[in-house]
């Protein structure tokens, strides 16, 4: 039987406000408003999005990061906190799933966090990269598989990876063995070059293919002026340009419209999830195309903790050890003490 739900979603490409948090809050705030007055019920926003991605971290040595990194710190993002109440309500009053990169802020370590609101406004997954890569591990802490999971939402299950997560195989194949119908994508965009964003398309077409779903990317974008005030060496500043490509990919891996190269702007499409069945009976990779008694997936989905506590067992006193008639204070204080019954207060 065909699957006769049809979902909009919407790939935002975006520049954020290198100065304010809060100025890129408004500013997707803003992106959801107008994308709900186009009917769209899923919408995508870039990597780590708020307050921005540390553009510095890639053009600058470490020793020179400090205060740009602090500063990052001040602007993070807490979980639950202002921010995650701004964009459930939003989320809440347009009936709209909304998936969102930031920089979370969990004490004394940044993370690159993915968050999914459903319709209703809840919170329904938080999850954080499993490994920064090159430059960012200087400025986040590794995540953990507790969030690799697929989200029940109102429009389908919806699942999210950050940029080279995609080159991890066995991270996108957790998804797939948990059926996820779309898949959320997020890149920083503004880096390396062209051949970043041909990468970037590589990547999301041979998921959409190899999973069976549909696929919704959004990459970041930088002005000039934002690159300049990275840096001002011209030689740093071609590493900060290029590398977007916001695209919707549908699970036969063709674009449902037009990428998105360059500018800000919004790719939106419409998501026929009757195809995932169409693709599905053809190749499901977790599925009849699967030999899981040959090859399988462990993970370990506890969330890493900086301390787990194992409590001792408590002594146990056999019973014929205590005469049933002994009632002096001493007794049921030793009694207590074995763990056999509460203390008695006089």
Known sequence: MSDPRIVRAAAVQIAPDLDSGAATL?????????????????????????????????????????QEHLRLYEQAVAVPGPVTEAVAARARRHGMVVVLGVNERDHGSLYNTQLIFD??????????????????????????????????????????LACWEHYNPLARYALMARHEEIHCSQFPGSLVG?????????????????????????TGWLTEAQIASVTTDPALQKAL??????AIISPEGQ??????????????????????????RMMDSVGHYARPELLSLLINDRP??????????????????????????????????AGLEPAVDD
């Not at 500013?27 to 408003?33: C, G, H, R, T, Y």
């Not at 400025?139 to 598989?145: E, F, H, L, P, T």
């Not at 970043?196 to 959004?218: D, K, P, W």
């Open 194 to 218: 062209p051949i970043f964003a041909e990468q970037i398309e590589a990547t999301i077409r041979h998921h959409a293919l190899e999973s069976g779903c549909f696929v919704v990317n959004a």
């Open 26 to 66: 408004a500013k997707v705030l803003d992106a959801i408003d107008r994308a709900a007055r186009d009917g769209v019920r899923l919408i995508v926003f870039p990597e780590t999005f708020v307050p921005y991605y540390p553009y510095f971290s890639f053009v600058r040595p470490p020793v020179q990061s400090g």
């Open 241 to 246: 340009r290029g590398g977007c490509h916001t």
């Open 304 to 337: 890493a903790a900086p301390v787990s506590v194992m409590h001792a067992p408590r002594p146990q006193v056999p019973a014929a050890a205590i005469h049933p008639d002994d009632r002096s204070p001493d007794h049921a204080f030793s009694r207590h003490a």
């Open 255 to 280: 674009h449902l419209a037009p990428p998105l190269r360059e500018g800000e702007g919004m790719v939106v499409a419409d998501l026929d999830l009757a195809l995932i069945t169409k693709r599905k």
């Open 119 to 160: 319709t209703e406004g809840r919170l329904a997954l938080k999850r954080r990269k499993l490994t920064p890569t090159f430059h960012e591990r200087m400025i986040w802490g590794q995540g953990d598989a507790a969030g690799l999971q697929v989200a029940e939402t109102a429009i389908g299950r919806v699942g999210a």
